[in-house]
């Protein structure tokens, strides 16, 4: 392919025309990853697979655990632990990176990639690699992994259309969130034309609560505070909090949406404790205010409504400079 032909090319075109002629492809998402993270890396794992591609597939984590609904997927059989991923891969994929810091310990890797492919969805996100695929638009990286599998054509295995489902499903909040476009869904049908047990995915996903993860959701809502001049509904979780019911901070993830069903606030957030004792906050808006923008000032990232960031200081610091924040932010008409 010349310069010029590449040129004339979209990113996707070129994304889908690597990837044909790759006989070695090494994939990587976020630290931490969600299902949308690792439901695109690993179905299109399968489907590179499938097509006689060599792929391994990992996260920057350090220690490396795979979150605990990962057996409700396939294709884990090309996860490998971040130190066995290729130090100079000839072609590299990122999934749902907003940044590259999110590689973890495979930035190095990525640094060293001939031609590194990022398919993102994050408005913050700037490109990074030699093929940014960036669609701020679009409800979910699976999303985009799937028009990128329709441009390289060929059967899409039903594992692999399951991982895709499960990335839409979680991103667009069940098809609830405003990314969900008729397109989202016409897509979500065709992944379903496939064989896959979607209940149970969504099961596996959204119903898999420990008692313990019960317990210490009804320690953050028993401190619930609403602060009606910033439009605020908060609560907190220390490494304390969790150690008693000893489960870890991951499983926690879905407490912000409970917070923020509270109709008294457009604003919900939730600080959490880390092992090194910053808070880090997690924000969703109902719709009136760019949480995103409040986020990108204290060095964090994210979507228009859901976006966090690492505060500094302490519990009391960091609770006092986001009702600031919230107070001074200009709400979106
Ligand atoms: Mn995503």
Redesign the pocket.
Known sequence: MNMIGRTMTDPLEQAAEVLTGAPDVALACHINP?P??LG?MLGLAEFLRARGAKVVASFGNVPFEAPRWIGALSGADALVPPNEFPKSPDVMVTL?CASTDRLGSLLGSAKKAKELIWI???VSNEGAGTIPIIDPAAS???EMVYRLMRRIGGEIPAGAAASLYA?IV??TGRFQYQSTSPETLRLAADLRTHEFDHARLAQAMFEDNSVAYLRVLATALGRLELVPDADLVWTYLTQEDIGKENIPMGETDDLIDVIRSAREADVAAVLKQQRDGRFKVSMRSRGNHDVAAIAAERGGGGHRLAAGYTAKGSLQDAARDLVEALKASSKVA
């Open positions: 969600d949308d993270a695109s749902d993102d969805h994050h979910s990286t699976a990335g979680t991103d």
